[in-house]
């Protein structure tokens, strides 16, 4: 981890209790396999036998995951998940961006090839776009996941969100 990212895991305390609910519903729906394996983390992490939190009401089981999901133990877990729920129900914002920067995707802004580092005024423009047309903590959370992609590391999009203010989430910000 360099200076400038922030791990996925840290988005999870910031985010409201009802954006994590919708984003671990997403999982529970479109990811049963990826929902399983969270609920077996989460079981071994608070010591609770996985019935009992399949008999929880979800919002109840959806606020101790995202507590576990906090931790830095749980990065791994954390980013996919988010990238899961940015693919599923973000896929308009990600095509945007990657359209804007040239790469290469599929209809959900899925890129097999991570290309070079755009230059940087490409970068800022493509930057500016993003939160002009998008709720600003999606687009946090987005480039914010993009830069933590195994591979990626751009250090102009790195200096941009340890630098501009609107990357900064705020705990509990709305999506506005």
């Given amino acids: 981890m360099d200076h400038y990212s922030m791990p996925t895991y840290l988005i999870?305390?910031?985010?409201?209790?009802?954006?994590s609910h919708q984003i671990l519903l997403c999982a529970?729906?479109?990811d049963k396999k990826?929902?399983?394996?969270?609920?077996?983390?989460?079981?071994?992490?608070?010591?609770?036998?996985?019935?009992?939190?399949?008999?929880?009401p979800k919002t109840q089981r959806h606020l101790l995951c995202k507590r576990v999901l906090s931790h830095p133990r749980s990065e791994t877990m954390s980013f996919y998940l988010l990238s899961h729920w940015l693919i599923e129900t973000q896929s308009p914002m990600l095509c945007r961006w990657l359209d804007l920067l040239g790469i290469v995707h599929d209809e959900k802004g899925v890129v097999e090839e991570i290309p070079d580092e755009p230059p940087n005024e490409i970068l800022q423009q493509a930057v500016d776009i993003l939160f002009e047309e998008f709720p600003h903590l999606y687009v946090s959370i987005y480039l914010q996941g993009f830069y933590e992609m195994e591979g990626m590391r751009w250090k102009s999009l790195g200096s941009l969100i340890s630098s501009d203010s609107r990357f900064k989430i705020e705990k509990y910000q709305s999506v506005a």
Avoid: A, F, P
């Fill in 28 to 30: 529970h729906q479109s």
């Fill in 34 to 56: 990826l929902y399983r394996l969270l609920l077996d983390m989460v079981s071994k992490g608070m010591g609770i036998r996985i019935n009992k939190l399949l008999e929880m």
């Fill in 12 to 19: 999870w305390d910031s985010i409201s209790d009802d954006l």
